[in-house]
């Protein structure tokens, strides 16, 4: 991975308690789907945890949990939140720490996989996965919906000012959310029944709990800093003036599950199974 990417990613440590504040959980259904799939006490290696956002209904649901966190202070906090016989807390770059093949039930991300380089996201899991073991990926994607009140589309304007307007594809409506770890997984022949679950998940903050949201942003922290407080005094104003203080983040969170088939060799190759998406 370019130095780049290791900068922003690296970046979520310098705010691990504005994080570990504002950033929202996920939906308990999909804990209730995944545990399904896995054995009774399951051996799960999360990558990239946070502060344990997800860590938390991982151990709710009896998992044995080793966490690979790249940022100390992320790691620090996430071993006070969650003080537990059942995790292990590791500092580290999942692309590079040694670990034992073949001995997870599960590898479980969320939120933070798109920082993993795309080779390591299929390789890593297929070494350290037992045959039929479970790679896991939640996302969490905004997506296209008058529920935000027209936020989106009439803050533009102040993020353009600041250079951090929005270039990427459209976000698109809630029926057509497609993980991208979708299709690189149809592909590799190391996996199969490959599966997305979608759920509806809408976050709304005031204008103060907003700002501090996006201050958890590594776009947000790679700007200089009289940029960045400038981008969020205007927006915090804009929310309280435009829109009552209050700002509807639309939101569709996936869990995009696929197996580790049983068979060796297979390297990565076009075919597969059709995705099934819920």
Request: one cysteine or more; charged letters at 25%; proline letters at 9%.
């Amino acid at each position: 991975m370019s130095p780049e990417p290791l900068h922003r990613r690296a970046s979520f440590d310098r705010v691990s308690d504005v994080y570990h504040g504002i950033r929202p959980g996920y939906p308990a259904p999909l804990f209730d789907v995944l545990f399904g799939l896995l054995p009774a006490r399951p051996r799960i290696l999360e990558v990239g945890p946070g502060t344990g956002q997800a860590t938390r209904d991982l151990l709710r649901h009896d998992a044995k949990v080793h966490a690979i966190e790249l940022g100390p202070a992320l790691a620090t906090r996430l071993r006070e939140e969650l003080p537990s016989p059942d995790l292990t807390v590791t500092v580290g770059d999942f692309e590079q720490i040694p670990m034992e093949d073949r001995a997870y039930d599960a590898i479980f991300s969320a939120t933070a996989y798109h920082w993993i380089a795309p080779h390591a996201q299929l390789d890593r899991p297929a070494q350290l996965l037992t045959p039929g073991g479970l790679l896991a990926v939640v996302d969490l994607i905004q997506v296209n919906s008058d529920d935000d009140r027209g936020f989106f589309d009439a803050a533009q304007p102040i993020y353009d000012r600041y250079g951090e307007g929005h270039h990427g594809p459209p976000a698109p409506p809630r029926h057509r959310v497609d993980p991208p770890m979708r299709q690189l997984l149809e592909r590799d022949r190391r996996f199969e029944s490959v599966t997305v679950r979608r759920y509806d998940w809408d976050q709304t903050y005031s204008a103060a709990e907003y700002r501090q949201l996006m201050l958890s942003y590594s776009a947000t922290q790679a700007m200089e800093p009289d940029a960045r407080a400038g981008l969020l005094d205007d927006i915090e104003a804009f929310v309280v003036q435009r829109f009552d203080g209050e700002v509807t983040r639309p939101l569709v969170v996936t869990l995009t599950t696929a197996a580790r088939t049983a068979e060796e060799a297979g390297v990565p190759a076009i075919g597969g199974n059709q995705p099934n998406v819920c």
